[in-house]
């Protein structure tokens, strides 16, 4: 079955740790995408990769960094230097560039700095 | 600056009846529009779609009508049915803007709460 797989689905993070969530499909998606959900606040993009070995910064990138060294996996770190980390983390992909249709996206990766 | 707006953060209907839940947008560039329905701890779920060059879409028992002169989009659901309680997100995208093609810009979300 074709899908977008995050792991894992929780995490416990201690302060001052970086910590690395996974997010694998095997769609053949050429874009990748990093969203992170807050309550009210909707869905606000952290980091994109329309193609390996490129990747933009979103919204709201500080705190966070990526790596789009296969075309399958797309990491996402959360660094110490991220002063609000607990959150809910959504991956998500879709065909690429200047095609119209939906994102896929994971099952999410739900954050807790304790 | 938000550039999809979903005003209303929650809404209650009956069983039965018609939801309608609403989107504005102030980006001119967005051709192509998206609703998601998303359960707690889970990833949100794509629901229907619309490009900029239709006013309507139809899927079942979901429409989606977009006005492009208001920058406005609506999903109407009949009948409604206690499974659809959940939150609905608008998302909207744009094939030529600068650099991020593809990027789904979300709104913040309305909870729909169908009653029995």
């Known amino acids: 079955d074709g899908g977008i797989t995050q792991s894992p689905k929780y995490l416990f993070r201690k302060e001052g740790q970086n910590v690395t969530l996974s997010c694998e499909q095997n769609?053949?998606?050429?874009?990748m995408y990093w969203y992170r959900q807050d309550p009210g606040q909707g869905l606000r993009l952290i980091y994109y990769?329309?193609?390996?070995?490129?990747?933009q910064k979103g919204d709201i990138a500080e705190g966070y960094s990526v790596s789009r060294e296969k075309k399958e996996s797309f990491p996402l770190t959360v660094t110490s230097a991220q002063k609000n980390p607990t959150a809910f983390y959504l991956c998500?992909?879709?065909?690429?560039?200047?095609?119209?249709?939906?994102?896929?996206f994971g099952q999410g990766t739900r954050l807790t700095v304790v | 600056d938000q550039q999809v707006k979903q005003n209303s953060p929650s809404l209650s209907v009956q069983e039965g009846r018609i939801s309608i839940l609403n989107c504005d947008y102030t980006?001119?560039?967005?051709?192509?529009f998206l609703w998601y329905k998303k359960y707690p701890a889970e990833g949100p779920t794509f629901l229907i779609s619309?490009?900029?060059?239709?006013d309507k879409n139809e899927d079942g028992r979901f429409t989606v009508f977009l006005n492009k002169s208001a920058k406005h989009l609506s999903l109407h659901i009949v009948p409604s049915q206690p499974g659809d309680s959940a939150v609905y997100f608008c998302?909207?995208?744009?094939?030529?803007?600068?650099?991020?093609?593809?990027?789904?810009?979300f709104g913040k979300g309305t909870k729909l709460s169908v009653k029995p």
């Open positions: 990769s329309q193609i390996v070995n490129d990747f």
């Open positions: 619309i490009s900029s060059i239709k």
């Open positions: 998500a992909s879709n065909p690429g560039l200047r095609v119209w249709t939906e994102a896929f």
């Open positions: 998302a909207a995208s744009a094939k030529d803007y600068g650099g991020s093609q593809g990027n789904l810009i």
């Open positions: 769609l053949n998606h050429d874009a």
């Open positions: 980006n001119s560039m967005f051709d192509y």
